[in-house]
């Protein structure tokens, strides 16, 4: 595998997802199982338009920590932003969520993240902007 791939066109053409190890989920999304002791190797789907959303994290959210540090963790807002702007070209329909923390990574690597990449590729996305958590 070739760990970098230079971009065939620029990023203001370009169909841009989100992908995340933040646990971040729709309000309504079952939470991320975090007493797994494998780890929880299951995504959830995060559709472009989503207005609202919360996380499952060990750390996070908690009283003094202001909700604006979600698009720190998953920068759909600031993607939203820049898509606005035309640095990149359009935002992907649909972008995606893991937990961090996997002590168990096989089932992740052989199912859940090919299971991802192959919607990736289906949706046409031209670049991934990965974000760990």
Known sequence: MVPFARPEK?????????????????????RFDIDDPAGDCSYREIPAGAEELTW????????????????????????????????VGELNRRHFSFMGAIHDPAPLA??????????????????VLLTPS
């Open 10 to 30: 620029p990023l203001s053409e370009c169909r841009v997802a989100l992908v995340s190890t933040g646990g971040v989920h729709l309000p309504e999304q079952p």
């Open 56 to 87: 499952t994290h060990a750390y996070y959210p908690r009283p003094g920590r202001p909700v604006e540090d979600l698009d720190s963790v998953f920068p759909l807002w600031t993607l939203r932003k820049l898509a606005e702007e035309g640095v």
């Open 110 to 127: 052989g199912e859940t993240a090919p299971e991802v990449a192959g919607r990736l590729l289906r949706d046409s996305v031209d670049a």
